[in-house]
């Protein structure tokens, strides 16, 4: 097995845990070294004031004549400070004035536990500080002098903390949480990187993020794969569109052959209603495959290209083109004021779509076309409703979703003569799905049809 790296995923999530774990080891071992309660050699600074006690007590009682009137002597000066008091024992482990109860036991099991009789050492028993054993000489007695001191510190923190179980883990919850909440970002950051792309992926923004292979390794690979398969997508449309462009190429040779034959079949044979016929169908055939052509032509890598667009530039000269058309044809194009908004697309796309709904409008209006451009924003996100009416006669409710399918052309005798070959509200259709967006008709104020377009824009 290998070993884990740390610029890996699990080597990162084993070394958090385990330097967590170190902390808290650390940290309860300290607090038990400092802990009272355990067997410690006497500080520097309290050793010299019981080493001074017990030379007091030497030099005042080495020479007296008994050793029980002595120590009775200074057990009674003792008492009266009242915080402290002594306890003798002589070479062979007898108190000299025994002790009772609870200090009999922990001087007893200090005796015990102490193991360097030439150095002092001390331990608290509840309330009760022992420390000694520190030589004396009492009526020419070699004796080991003990002290037992009510201690009256309260205990440190750290110990309070390791008597109570549950704030101990409360403790090494809120110690652990900095180094759990930089191992949950570590893993999250990279996992919401990794969505965002898809999310752009999905929105058909379909173009590499090198940003994705950074990170810990598994998450590297993760983005390395990510961007391969964007490549992949990318050259598979690519593929296609250089297909259907080569296929609408190819087909136009035989056309323009057999149009070619059919006027010379006329000039050999004269005009008759079939060849006529033949005629009429094969430059609508050849209309359909020049429109095929065009647009195959303009989405050739046009998937790859994406920027930020300014909405009003987008489409002024769409407008401005639309009002000249009109006017050439006595009809008038009314456009309310574009908002000053910014949104991330393909901009020849964009155009064409938007131009596409306009000239079916100005061919099948009445007298006019309304163009109402409006920006609304719901929960923080914003968009673009582009709204195209006009006061011709519209498309039956039932065919109101059909005119955005391809070649699909409203069955009246009259579209036949409007020419069109039924493709641009389909191209109109897929470039504005491909955006994000939303593309409607229905029934027009106005009389007509209205398509209401909805686009999101950038923030
Ligand atoms: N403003 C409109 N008023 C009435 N009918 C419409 C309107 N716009 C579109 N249509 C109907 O929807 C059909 C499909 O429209 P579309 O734009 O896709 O094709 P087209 O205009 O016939 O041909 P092309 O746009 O490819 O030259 C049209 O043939 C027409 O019958
Ligand atoms: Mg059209």
Excluded at 187 to 193: E, G, I, Q, T, V
Excluded at 278 to 284: F, H, K, L, T, V
């Amino acid at each position: 097995m290998n070993l884990p790296k740390f610029s890996s995923l699990y080597g990162r999530i084993f070394a958090i845990f385990w330097l967590t774990m170190l902390l808290v080891l650390i940290t309860v071992l300290a607090a038990s070294q400092l802990d009272p309660r355990q067997l410690h050699d006497v500080p520097a600074n309290s050793l010299k004031d019981l080493q001074n006690q017990a030379q007091t007590i030497t030099s005042n009682y080495q020479n007296s004549s008994s050793i029980r009137a002595s120590i009775k002597q200074i057990e009674r000066s003792n008492v009266d400070s009242g915080r402290l008091n002594y306890y003798f024992n002589d070479t062979e482990g007898h108190w000299l004035n025994p002790p009772s109860g609870m200090r009999a036991r922990a001087l007893n099991n200090f005796i015990t536990q102490s193991d360097k009789s030439n150095f002092p050492q001390q331990r608290l028993y509840g309330r009760l500080m022992i420390a000694g054993p520190l030589p004396v000489v009492i009526a020419q007695h070699e004796l080991n002098m003990y002290f037992a001191i009510r201690w009256h510190q309260p205990p440190p923190f750290l110990l309070q903390l390791l008597d109570r179980p549950l704030q101990l883990l409360l403790a090494v919850m809120l110690a652990s949480t900095p180094l759990l909440l930089w191992l949950a970002w570590a893993l999250s950051k990279p996992a919401m990187r990794l969505e965002k792309a898809a999310q752009k992926v999905a929105r058909g923004i379909i173009e590499l993020d090198p940003e994705l292979e950074k990170g810990p390794s598994e998450f590297k690979q993760a983005g390395a794969s990510f961007n391969q398969m964007v490549m992949a997508i990318n050259n598979k449309i690519s593929e296609q569109q250089r297909l259907l462009s080569n296929i609408s190429h190819e087909l136009r040779s035989p056309l323009t052959r057999l149009r070619m034959a059919n006027a010379l079949a006329i000039r050999k044979q004269g005009d008759s209603a079939e060849l006529a016929r033949i005629d009429m169908e094969a430059e609508r055939l050849e209309l359909m495959i020049n429109e095929l052509l065009e647009l195959s032509r303009q989405q050739i890598d046009s998937h790859q290209i994406q920027q930020n667009l300014s909405v009003a530039e987008l489409w002024a000269e769409t407008i401005e083109d639309g009002k000249f058309e009109a006017e050439q044809q006595k009809k008038s194009l009314i456009c309310s004021a574009i908002p000053k908004a910014v949104m991330t697309g393909n901009p020849n796309l964009l155009i064409s779509a938007v131009e596409n709904v306009i000239r079916n409008a100005i061919r099948y209006c009445e007298h006019s076309v309304w163009v109402d451009f409006k920006q609304v924003t719901v929960k923080q996100q914003s968009s673009l409703i582009i709204t195209i009416e006009d006061d011709g006669p519209g498309v039956d409710k039932e065919e109101l979703e059909a005119i955005f399918r391809p070649f699909y052309r409203v069955s009246t005798a009259r579209e036949r003569h409007s020419g069109g070959a039924g493709l641009g509200l389909a191209i109109t259709h897929s470039v504005i799905t491909q955006h994000n967006g939303q593309i409607t008709a229905l029934r027009s104020q106005h009389g007509g049809l209205a398509v209401q377009i909805t686009l999101p824009l950038d923030l």
